[in-house]
Protein backbone atom coordinates (compact mmCIF):
# COMPACT_ATOMS: atom_id res chain seq x y z
CA UNK A 1 0.00 0.00 0.00
CA UNK A 2 1.51 3.60 -1.02
CA UNK A 3 0.67 6.76 0.73
CA UNK A 4 -2.67 8.38 0.01
CA UNK A 5 -4.15 4.46 -0.60
CA UNK A 6 -7.90 4.22 0.78
CA UNK A 7 -8.00 1.73 3.55
CA UNK A 8 -8.49 -1.77 2.66
CA UNK A 9 -12.52 -2.90 2.26
CA UNK A 10 -11.42 -6.19 4.39
CA UNK A 11 -10.53 -4.57 7.09
CA UNK A 12 -11.48 -0.94 7.34
CA UNK A 13 -10.23 -0.55 11.31
CA UNK A 14 -6.22 -1.16 10.01
CA UNK A 15 -5.40 2.10 8.56
CA UNK A 16 -3.18 3.28 5.89
CA UNK A 17 0.13 5.10 6.01
CA UNK A 18 -1.65 8.20 5.31
CA UNK A 19 -4.02 7.02 8.10
CA UNK A 20 -2.17 6.70 10.18
CA UNK A 21 -0.54 10.23 9.91
CA UNK A 22 -3.51 11.73 10.22
CA UNK A 23 -4.64 10.21 13.21
CA UNK A 24 -1.42 11.61 14.80
CA UNK A 25 -1.90 15.06 13.27
CA UNK A 26 -5.70 14.58 14.90
CA UNK A 27 -3.73 13.48 18.46
CA UNK A 28 -1.25 16.54 18.27
CA UNK A 29 -4.42 18.89 17.96
CA UNK A 30 -5.48 17.65 21.22
CA UNK A 31 -3.96 18.43 24.01
CA UNK A 32 -6.34 17.09 26.68
CA UNK A 33 -7.68 18.05 30.32
CA UNK A 34 -4.40 17.06 32.39
CA UNK A 35 -2.40 19.18 29.65
CA UNK A 36 -4.85 21.90 30.26
CA UNK A 37 -4.57 21.22 34.51
CA UNK A 38 -0.95 21.64 34.31
CA UNK A 39 -1.28 24.70 32.40
CA UNK A 40 -2.76 26.46 35.02
CA UNK A 41 -0.39 24.96 37.60
CA UNK A 42 2.17 26.66 35.47
CA UNK A 43 0.03 29.94 34.67
CA UNK A 44 -0.37 30.42 38.38
CA UNK A 45 3.45 29.04 40.03
CA UNK A 46 4.90 31.29 37.18
CA UNK A 47 2.80 34.32 38.50
CA UNK A 48 4.10 33.63 41.38
CA UNK A 49 7.95 33.62 39.72
CA UNK A 50 7.19 37.02 38.43
CA UNK A 51 6.06 38.24 41.43
CA UNK A 52 8.96 37.19 43.49
CA UNK A 53 11.40 38.45 40.82
CA UNK A 54 11.06 41.82 41.50
CA UNK A 55 9.50 41.28 45.21
CA UNK A 56 12.37 40.28 46.68
CA UNK A 57 14.83 43.20 46.17
CA UNK A 58 12.25 45.40 46.93
CA UNK A 59 11.58 43.72 50.04
CA UNK A 60 15.12 43.52 50.78
CA UNK A 61 15.37 47.63 50.24
CA UNK A 62 12.54 47.66 53.08
CA UNK A 63 14.88 45.80 55.60
CA UNK A 64 18.15 47.39 55.08
CA UNK A 65 19.92 50.02 53.86
CA UNK A 66 23.59 47.94 52.54
CA UNK A 67 23.58 47.37 48.50
CA UNK A 68 25.71 44.16 49.87
CA UNK A 69 22.77 42.75 51.74
CA UNK A 70 20.17 43.84 48.90
CA UNK A 71 22.11 41.97 46.28
CA UNK A 72 22.42 39.32 48.60
CA UNK A 73 19.11 38.49 48.03
CA UNK A 74 19.51 37.14 44.78
CA UNK A 75 22.36 35.44 45.52
CA UNK A 76 20.30 33.42 47.92
CA UNK A 77 17.64 32.52 45.09
CA UNK A 78 19.93 31.76 42.73
CA UNK A 79 22.58 29.67 44.61
CA UNK A 80 20.72 26.50 44.77
CA UNK A 81 20.89 25.82 40.91
CA UNK A 82 24.48 25.41 41.22
CA UNK A 83 24.64 22.95 44.31
CA UNK A 84 21.27 21.33 43.50
CA UNK A 85 20.33 21.29 39.83
CA UNK A 86 21.76 17.55 39.33
CA UNK A 87 20.43 16.18 42.08
CA UNK A 88 16.83 18.01 41.52
CA UNK A 89 17.12 16.08 38.19
CA UNK A 90 17.88 12.57 39.49
CA UNK A 91 15.26 12.78 41.93
CA UNK A 92 12.75 13.48 39.64
CA UNK A 93 13.40 10.45 37.83
CA UNK A 94 13.21 8.84 40.86
CA UNK A 95 9.94 10.27 42.35
CA UNK A 96 6.16 10.82 41.16
CA UNK A 97 6.91 14.26 38.92
CA UNK A 98 3.60 15.40 39.83
CA UNK A 99 3.89 15.11 43.61
CA UNK A 100 7.46 16.54 43.21
CA UNK A 101 5.88 19.37 41.57
CA UNK A 102 3.25 19.92 44.07
CA UNK A 103 5.27 19.68 47.21
CA UNK A 104 8.01 21.96 45.81
CA UNK A 105 5.24 24.45 45.61
CA UNK A 106 3.53 23.86 48.63
CA UNK A 107 7.14 24.29 49.87
CA UNK A 108 7.28 27.63 48.70
CA UNK A 109 3.85 28.73 49.73
CA UNK A 110 4.77 27.71 53.33
CA UNK A 111 8.56 29.90 53.01
CA UNK A 112 6.49 33.04 52.40
CA UNK A 113 3.21 32.23 54.12
CA UNK A 114 5.87 32.52 57.12
CA UNK A 115 7.76 35.91 55.70
CA UNK A 116 4.63 37.08 55.40
CA UNK A 117 2.99 36.48 59.00
CA UNK A 118 6.67 37.51 60.25
CA UNK A 119 6.04 40.97 58.30
CA UNK A 120 2.76 41.51 59.54
CA UNK A 121 4.17 40.97 63.14
CA UNK A 122 6.81 43.42 62.25
CA UNK A 123 9.40 40.79 63.16
CA UNK A 124 10.78 40.10 59.17
CA UNK A 125 14.75 40.71 59.15
CA UNK A 126 17.15 39.85 55.90
CA UNK A 127 18.46 37.16 57.51
CA UNK A 128 15.03 35.20 57.43
CA UNK A 129 14.31 36.95 53.88
CA UNK A 130 17.85 35.08 52.86
CA UNK A 131 16.53 31.72 54.59
CA UNK A 132 12.95 32.03 52.73
CA UNK A 133 14.95 32.88 49.30
CA UNK A 134 17.34 30.43 49.31
CA UNK A 135 14.80 27.45 50.64
CA UNK A 136 12.24 28.58 47.39
CA UNK A 137 15.29 28.17 45.43
CA UNK A 138 16.16 24.84 45.91
CA UNK A 139 12.22 24.26 45.82
CA UNK A 140 12.52 26.09 42.30
CA UNK A 141 15.30 23.43 41.16
CA UNK A 142 12.88 20.87 41.48
CA UNK A 143 9.82 22.09 39.93
CA UNK A 144 11.42 23.17 37.13
CA UNK A 145 12.98 20.14 36.30
CA UNK A 146 10.01 17.76 37.33
CA UNK A 147 7.97 20.26 35.01
CA UNK A 148 10.30 20.07 32.03
CA UNK A 149 10.29 16.08 32.26
CA UNK A 150 6.50 15.52 33.27
CA UNK A 151 5.02 16.69 29.79
CA UNK A 152 5.84 13.25 27.51
CA UNK A 153 3.53 11.65 30.09
CA UNK A 154 0.70 14.02 29.72
CA UNK A 155 0.48 14.39 25.67
CA UNK A 156 1.38 12.17 23.13
CA UNK A 157 4.81 12.78 21.51
CA UNK A 158 3.55 13.93 18.62
CA UNK A 159 1.87 16.68 20.27
CA UNK A 160 4.94 18.61 22.58
CA UNK A 161 5.53 20.91 19.98
CA UNK A 162 2.11 22.64 20.37
CA UNK A 163 2.20 21.85 24.68
CA UNK A 164 5.48 23.35 24.86
CA UNK A 165 4.42 26.44 22.66
CA UNK A 166 1.58 27.25 24.99
CA UNK A 167 3.28 26.66 28.19
CA UNK A 168 6.07 28.73 26.93
CA UNK A 169 3.60 31.47 26.09
CA UNK A 170 1.88 31.47 29.69
CA UNK A 171 5.24 30.61 31.45
CA UNK A 172 6.36 34.31 29.77
CA UNK A 173 3.40 35.97 29.88
CA UNK A 174 3.25 35.54 33.43
CA UNK A 175 6.52 35.61 34.51
CA UNK A 176 7.51 38.87 32.67
CA UNK A 177 4.81 40.96 31.53
CA UNK A 178 1.94 40.15 34.83
CA UNK A 179 4.44 39.61 37.80
CA UNK A 180 6.72 42.31 38.01
CA UNK A 181 3.70 45.33 37.02
CA UNK A 182 1.73 43.08 40.19
CA UNK A 183 4.59 42.65 42.70
CA UNK A 184 5.19 47.10 42.82
CA UNK A 185 1.06 47.32 43.19
CA UNK A 186 1.75 44.67 46.07
CA UNK A 187 4.78 45.76 47.45
CA UNK A 188 3.27 49.71 47.80
CA UNK A 189 0.26 47.81 49.88
CA UNK A 190 2.65 46.00 52.26
CA UNK A 191 5.14 43.62 52.59
CA UNK A 192 3.37 41.28 54.18
CA UNK A 193 0.90 41.43 51.10
CA UNK A 194 4.06 41.20 48.57
CA UNK A 195 4.93 37.91 49.95
CA UNK A 196 1.70 36.78 50.84
CA UNK A 197 0.49 36.99 46.79
CA UNK A 198 3.30 34.36 45.67
CA UNK A 199 2.38 32.36 48.39
CA UNK A 200 -1.41 32.09 47.63
CA UNK A 201 -0.97 31.63 44.11
CA UNK A 202 1.18 28.43 44.57
CA UNK A 203 -1.01 27.30 46.27
CA UNK A 204 -3.92 27.68 43.76
CA UNK A 205 -0.98 25.72 41.46
CA UNK A 206 -1.06 22.82 44.19
CA UNK A 207 -4.51 22.42 43.77
CA UNK A 208 -4.39 22.50 39.79
CA UNK A 209 -1.53 19.77 40.15
CA UNK A 210 -3.44 18.02 42.63
CA UNK A 211 -6.59 17.62 40.10
CA UNK A 212 -3.98 15.47 37.36
CA UNK A 213 -4.96 11.70 37.47
CA UNK A 214 -2.45 9.03 37.12
CA UNK A 215 1.31 7.92 38.10
CA UNK A 216 3.85 10.20 36.84
CA UNK A 217 6.89 7.90 37.94
CA UNK A 218 9.00 6.38 36.05
CA UNK A 219 10.09 2.49 36.82
CA UNK A 220 13.05 1.69 37.17
CA UNK A 221 14.78 -1.91 36.79
CA UNK A 222 16.96 -1.68 39.73
CA UNK A 223 17.84 0.43 42.70
CA UNK A 224 21.17 2.88 42.54
CA UNK A 225 22.52 5.16 44.19
CA UNK A 226 21.88 9.30 43.71
CA UNK A 227 25.76 9.34 42.63
CA UNK A 228 25.30 6.63 39.87
CA UNK A 229 21.88 8.03 38.63
CA UNK A 230 23.42 11.65 38.18
CA UNK A 231 26.72 10.13 36.55
CA UNK A 232 24.67 8.21 34.06
CA UNK A 233 22.58 11.09 33.24
CA UNK A 234 25.00 13.30 32.02
CA UNK A 235 27.02 10.23 30.15
CA UNK A 236 23.86 10.07 28.22
CA UNK A 237 23.97 13.41 27.83
CA UNK A 238 27.56 13.76 26.52
CA UNK A 239 27.41 10.71 24.51
CA UNK A 240 24.22 11.58 22.37
CA UNK A 241 25.99 14.24 19.71
CA UNK A 242 23.03 15.50 18.69
CA UNK A 243 21.86 16.88 22.32
CA UNK A 244 25.58 17.63 23.45
CA UNK A 245 26.09 19.83 20.15
CA UNK A 246 22.57 21.59 21.27
CA UNK A 247 23.48 21.95 24.92
CA UNK A 248 26.98 23.24 23.92
CA UNK A 249 25.31 25.80 21.39
CA UNK A 250 22.44 27.11 24.09
CA UNK A 251 25.28 27.74 27.05
CA UNK A 252 27.36 29.96 23.88
CA UNK A 253 24.47 31.55 22.74
CA UNK A 254 23.42 32.45 26.89
CA UNK A 255 27.56 33.35 27.48
CA UNK A 256 27.10 35.80 24.44
CA UNK A 257 23.50 37.54 25.11
CA UNK A 258 24.57 37.42 28.87
CA UNK A 259 27.60 39.51 28.43
CA UNK A 260 25.23 41.92 26.20
CA UNK A 261 22.67 42.58 28.53
CA UNK A 262 25.15 43.32 31.44
CA UNK A 263 26.35 46.23 29.75
CA UNK A 264 23.45 47.41 27.55
CA UNK A 265 21.88 50.15 30.05
CA UNK A 266 24.76 51.79 29.77
CA UNK A 267 24.58 51.72 26.12
CA UNK A 268 20.59 51.95 26.28
CA UNK A 269 19.78 54.81 29.36
CA UNK A 270 20.66 58.43 29.84
CA UNK A 271 21.09 61.13 28.36
CA UNK A 272 24.63 60.75 27.71
CA UNK A 273 24.23 57.21 26.52
CA UNK A 274 24.60 55.98 22.63
CA UNK A 275 20.76 55.24 22.41
CA UNK A 276 19.53 58.18 24.47
CA UNK A 277 16.53 56.46 26.36
CA UNK A 278 14.64 56.79 30.06
CA UNK A 279 14.33 53.78 32.26
CA UNK A 280 11.06 53.40 30.78
CA UNK A 281 12.08 53.59 27.61
CA UNK A 282 14.57 50.87 27.95
CA UNK A 283 11.49 48.84 29.30
CA UNK A 284 10.17 49.32 26.14
CA UNK A 285 12.61 48.46 24.33
CA UNK A 286 13.06 44.98 26.31
CA UNK A 287 9.39 44.08 25.93
CA UNK A 288 9.56 43.73 22.20
CA UNK A 289 12.32 41.12 22.30
CA UNK A 290 9.48 39.44 25.13
CA UNK A 291 6.88 40.57 23.27
CA UNK A 292 8.44 38.01 20.08
CA UNK A 293 8.79 35.50 22.29
CA UNK A 294 5.35 35.12 23.19
CA UNK A 295 4.63 35.19 19.35
CA UNK A 296 7.07 33.13 18.87
CA UNK A 297 5.89 30.05 21.25
CA UNK A 298 2.02 30.06 19.24
CA UNK A 299 3.70 29.75 15.90
CA UNK A 300 6.62 27.90 16.56
CA UNK A 301 4.92 24.46 15.22
CA UNK A 302 3.77 26.38 11.79
CA UNK A 303 7.12 27.91 11.46
CA UNK A 304 8.35 23.98 12.17
CA UNK A 305 6.48 23.10 9.46
CA UNK A 306 7.18 25.32 6.76
CA UNK A 307 10.57 25.51 6.93
CA UNK A 308 11.61 21.54 8.37
CA UNK A 309 13.42 21.93 12.03
CA UNK A 310 17.00 22.19 10.86
CA UNK A 311 16.26 25.16 8.37
CA UNK A 312 14.33 26.68 11.07
CA UNK A 313 16.94 26.23 13.76
CA UNK A 314 20.07 27.46 11.37
CA UNK A 315 17.76 30.75 10.59
CA UNK A 316 17.27 30.90 14.52
CA UNK A 317 20.92 30.71 15.18
CA UNK A 318 21.84 33.96 12.69
CA UNK A 319 18.88 35.99 13.65
CA UNK A 320 20.22 35.29 17.51
CA UNK A 321 23.45 36.40 16.66
CA UNK A 322 22.23 39.43 14.69
CA UNK A 323 20.29 39.92 18.02
CA UNK A 324 23.46 39.86 19.84
CA UNK A 325 24.87 42.10 17.30
CA UNK A 326 22.61 44.82 16.55
CA UNK A 327 23.61 47.36 18.43
CA UNK A 328 27.31 47.66 17.05
CA UNK A 329 25.86 48.68 14.18
CA UNK A 330 22.86 50.80 15.28
CA UNK A 331 21.80 52.92 18.27
CA UNK A 332 17.92 53.83 16.40
CA UNK A 333 16.01 52.38 19.00
CA UNK A 334 13.42 51.67 16.73
CA UNK A 335 15.89 49.24 14.23
CA UNK A 336 17.03 47.97 17.30
CA UNK A 337 13.37 47.37 18.82
CA UNK A 338 12.68 46.00 15.48
CA UNK A 339 15.72 43.48 15.75
CA UNK A 340 14.36 42.23 19.30
CA UNK A 341 10.97 41.69 18.48
CA UNK A 342 11.81 39.31 15.22
CA UNK A 343 14.54 37.52 16.93
CA UNK A 344 12.21 36.75 20.09
CA UNK A 345 9.52 35.60 17.56
CA UNK A 346 12.87 32.87 16.49
CA UNK A 347 14.24 32.14 20.13
CA UNK A 348 11.19 30.82 21.13
CA UNK A 349 11.01 28.44 18.28
CA UNK A 350 14.42 27.11 18.89
CA UNK A 351 13.41 26.97 22.50
CA UNK A 352 10.20 24.57 21.53
CA UNK A 353 11.64 22.93 18.57
CA UNK A 354 14.83 22.08 20.84
CA UNK A 355 13.26 21.17 24.17
CA UNK A 356 9.98 18.89 22.20
CA UNK A 357 13.05 16.86 20.26
CA UNK A 358 14.91 16.25 24.16
CA UNK A 359 11.77 15.58 25.42
CA UNK A 360 11.13 13.04 22.48
CA UNK A 361 14.93 11.37 22.10
CA UNK A 362 15.61 11.26 25.75
CA UNK A 363 14.07 7.93 27.64
CA UNK A 364 11.69 8.84 30.53
CA UNK A 365 13.50 7.44 33.20
CA UNK A 366 16.59 9.92 32.01
CA UNK A 367 14.79 13.02 30.99
CA UNK A 368 14.77 14.73 34.76
CA UNK A 369 18.35 14.35 34.66
CA UNK A 370 19.05 15.04 31.13
CA UNK A 371 16.95 18.27 31.50
CA UNK A 372 19.36 19.34 34.67
CA UNK A 373 22.61 18.46 32.88
CA UNK A 374 21.24 20.71 29.95
CA UNK A 375 20.37 23.40 32.22
CA UNK A 376 23.60 23.33 33.74
CA UNK A 377 25.57 24.03 31.03
CA UNK A 378 22.67 26.10 29.30
CA UNK A 379 23.06 28.86 32.54
CA UNK A 380 26.77 28.26 33.74
CA UNK A 381 28.26 30.09 31.32
CA UNK A 382 25.66 33.00 32.08
CA UNK A 383 27.61 34.26 35.18
CA UNK A 384 30.74 34.11 33.38
CA UNK A 385 29.11 36.04 30.00
CA UNK A 386 28.13 38.49 32.15
CA UNK A 387 31.84 39.60 33.79
CA UNK A 388 33.55 39.07 30.22
CA UNK A 389 31.12 41.45 29.02
CA UNK A 390 31.83 44.09 31.40
CA UNK A 391 35.78 43.44 30.97
CA UNK A 392 35.31 44.23 27.33
CA UNK A 393 33.07 46.79 27.88
CA UNK A 394 36.15 48.70 30.09
CA UNK A 395 38.82 47.85 28.18
CA UNK A 396 37.55 48.06 24.57
CA UNK A 397 34.30 49.65 24.62
CA UNK A 398 30.34 48.90 24.71
CA UNK A 399 29.94 48.37 21.02
CA UNK A 400 33.19 46.28 20.95
CA UNK A 401 31.26 43.75 23.05
CA UNK A 402 27.96 43.67 20.85
CA UNK A 403 30.40 42.87 17.75
CA UNK A 404 32.51 40.35 19.97
CA UNK A 405 29.13 38.48 21.03
CA UNK A 406 27.05 38.73 17.75
CA UNK A 407 31.01 37.48 16.15
CA UNK A 408 30.66 34.40 18.45
CA UNK A 409 26.78 33.82 18.05
CA UNK A 410 27.25 33.82 14.55
CA UNK A 411 29.72 30.83 15.14
CA UNK A 412 27.05 28.78 16.36
CA UNK A 413 26.42 27.89 12.82
CA UNK A 414 29.55 25.20 12.86
CA UNK A 415 26.89 23.57 15.29
CA UNK A 416 24.25 22.72 12.21
CA UNK A 417 26.65 20.39 10.74
CA UNK A 418 25.37 17.57 13.03
CA UNK A 419 22.39 18.90 14.06
CA UNK A 420 20.83 18.26 10.76
CA UNK A 421 17.29 16.63 9.34
CA UNK A 422 18.60 13.11 8.98
CA UNK A 423 20.63 13.34 12.56
CA UNK A 424 17.19 14.42 14.00
CA UNK A 425 15.23 11.58 12.26
CA UNK A 426 17.75 8.91 13.08
CA UNK A 427 18.20 10.07 16.84
CA UNK A 428 13.89 9.85 17.13
CA UNK A 429 13.72 6.73 15.23
CA UNK A 430 16.50 5.02 17.82
CA UNK A 431 14.38 6.33 20.82
CA UNK A 432 10.63 4.30 19.26
CA UNK A 433 12.73 1.60 18.84
CA UNK A 434 13.97 1.87 22.65
CA UNK A 435 10.08 2.40 23.50
Do not use: C
Not at 185 to 199: D, H, K, N, Q, R
Not at 216 to 234: K, M, N, Q, T, W
Not at 235 to 251: D, E, P, S
Not at 286 to 291: K, N
Amino acid sequence: MTIGDPPRTDDRRTPGPAGHLAARRRDAEKLGTPFWQLWSASAASNLADGIVKLALPLVAVSLTDSPMRVAGVAMAFSLPWLFFALPAGALADRWDRRRVMAAANAVRAVLFGVMALAAALDAASIWLLYAVAFGAGVAETLYDTSAQSILPQVVSRDALPRANGRLHAVELTANQFVGPPLAGFLVSASVAVAVAGPAGLWAVAVAALLLIRGRFRVERDAPSSLRRDIAEGLRFLWRHQLLRTMAVMVGVSNFTMSAVVAVLPLYAVGPESAMGLTESGYGLLLATLAVGIVLGSLVAGAIERRLGRSATLGVAVVVAAVVVGVPALSANPFVVGAVYLGGGVLVATWNVITISLRQRITPDRLLGRVNSGYRMLAWGGMPLGALTGGLLAELLGLRVVFAVMGVLALSLVIGLFWVTDSAIDAAEREAEQQV
